[in-house]
Nanobody, 121 residues
Framework: QVQLVESGGGLVQPGGSLRLSCAAS????????MGWYRQAPGKQRDLVAT???????TYADSVKDRFTISRDNAKSAVDLRMDSLKPEDTAVYYC???????????????WGQGTQVTVSS
């Protein structure tokens, strides 16, 4: 089994910054793509940013130049640095990781439990 634990959400004023972290543990042989998604009330879950095992990143247009995704392969972790936050960034943020299982060798996709980010004055 693989577990993902997220941390770092909270309440921040517009223009402020937050860093989200997500760490995977368990029967991990290797990790592939990692990403962050978000879901606002009444809306679908949308992609925020992804990073491949080789370090290639992609971002939603709405967060480009404000958010930065990074990964630490040694710690099986992915971070999301969020700057210049806006009220429309308010959502529950979920990490998502492709994991190759240690015993079976199968690739499976996992979601974190979600962490609330609220941007409000």
């Amino acid at each position: 089994q693989v577990q993902l634990v997220e941390s770092g959400g909270g309440l921040v004023q517009p223009g402020g910054s937050l860093r989200l972290s997500c760490a995977a543990s368990g029967r991990i042989f290797s990790i592939g793509a990692m990403g962050w998604y978000r879901q606002a009330p009444g809306k679908q879950r949308d992609l925020v940013a992804t990073i491949t095992s080789g370090g290639t990143t992609t971002y939603a247009d709405s967060v480009k130049d404000r958010f930065t995704i990074s990964r630490d392969n040694a710690k099986s972790a992915v971070d999301l640095r969020m700057d210049s936050l806006k009220p429309e960034d308010t959502a529950v943020y979920y990490c998502n990781i492709d994991v190759r299982q240690r015993i079976t060798g199968a690739w499976l996709n996992y979601w974190g439990q979600g962490t609330q980010v609220t941007v409000s004055s």
